[in-house]
């Protein structure tokens, strides 16, 4: 990846991340107390313009967390906004970054909600922690990483039918 210009984001429990995204090529997450993640598409896949990343088939992305490669199966998207779900595997944790708000996203390690992020598919990413939640350096990296590449939020399926019938009606 290319270096940056911008600021790293302070993280209220691990301190400065830096996230850059290489245009829709990949990106990189990395920080002082965090494992540092990649997120790579290949450059031979097809791209959609409307996601930060280019591609939600898992068969065109490779994530490695400090080198290693994960499993990562973006859901394909549709309209329900469970169906635009993130999931990663990561040495025997489950984690899961679904929207439940129009601008936020809930990340999840083995159904336990740890924390809320929001991010418009770009290097800017906002973190909240789960007050109690047993917190690790990775949910960090894997949070922030999933944000930025596919982006947050919603619109719930009563709004996308109220714009559809809108839409729909002279």
Known sequence: MNDSDRNPIEDTRFGEITVRQDGQNGLEVEGEGIPRVTLERDPESEVDRQIAIGTRDPDRLTM?????????????????????????????????????????????????????????????????????????????????????AFGTGGQPMWMLLIDAVGLATP
Do not use: M, N, Q
């Open 64 to 148: 490695r967390i400090d080198g290693l490669e994960v499993g990562l199966k973006p859901a394909k998207g549709g309209l329900t906004r469970r169906s635009y779900r993130v999931d990663v595997e990561y040495r025997g944790a489950d984690y899961r970054l679904v929207p439940d708000s129009v601008p936020g996203s809930r990340l999840t390690r083995d159904g336990v909600h740890i924390g809320d992020f929001s991010c418009d598919g770009d290097e800017i990413v906002l973190a909240e922690w789960k007050e109690g939640a047993d917190i690790r350096p990775e949910d960090a990296s894997i949070g922030y990483a999933l944000a930025s």
